[in-house]
């Protein structure tokens, strides 16, 4: 399943963010996109709400430490369930 990726930026985490059951958000912060997991990736609305906010400005790092030399945004994207 694709329950290791952010579901607002397809980026892969090692921490499932909404837990082992799916159903138990850590409310971490996603370090690409910013969203707290539990919080605006709480419905389907909200997260591609986030997701557009995110892409009109340009795709900023919430923790910039963490993005890859060779980060691909389509790449990642692509992680993203098509029901998202
Ligand atoms: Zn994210």
Redesign the pocket.
């Known amino acids: 399943m694709n329950d290791h990726?952010?579901?607002?930026?397809?980026?892969y985490?090692m921490d499932k963010?909404w837990g082992d059951d799916g159903e138990t958000p850590t409310f971490e912060i996603?370090?690409?996109?910013?969203?707290e997991f539990g919080n605006e990736?709480y419905t389907l609305t909200s997260i591609r709400r986030y997701r557009i906010q995110?892409l009109e400005q340009g795709t900023p790092w919430?923790d910039i430490t963490k993005k890859p030399k060779d980060w691909k945004l389509v790449e990642q994207l692509q992680n993203i369930s098509e029901f998202l």
């Not at 990726?5 to 980026?11: A, H, T």
């Not at 996603?30 to 969203?35: A, K, R, T, W």
């Open positions: 990726y952010c579901r607002v930026c397809g980026l985490l963010p996603c370090p690409c996109c910013g969203v990736d995110w919430f």
